[in-house]
């Protein structure tokens, strides 16, 4: 999303990323990989489950984790475009995502 940013200007659009990580964390991540959206925690653990992106147990035994995963909501508050990846490493469809927005 962030070498693509300037794609989605223009389009009324609102990127956010969320995660379990504190808001501290994610204030020197943003910051490290230059992000021009907002990253919000879930520290709590509420979004993640409820959106179905959630491991309960991950890797090495850790508990908690948000998998990566992809919404677009739309202007009434549908989801119009899921994707929730399975595996950490892999990343969302981006032209979906694209086509969705548009």
Known sequence: MRDNFGY???LAAVILGISVDSPYTLLK???????????LSDF???ASPAYGAFYDVFNLGLKGVSKRAAFVIDEAQNIIYAEVL?????LPDFDAIAAAVK
């Open 44 to 46: 709590n653990k509420e």
């Open 86 to 90: 399975e595996k950490a490493g892999d």
């Open 8 to 10: 989605y200007e223009g």
């Open 29 to 39: 991540f943003k910051q490290e990989f230059n992000y021009q959206f907002e990253l």
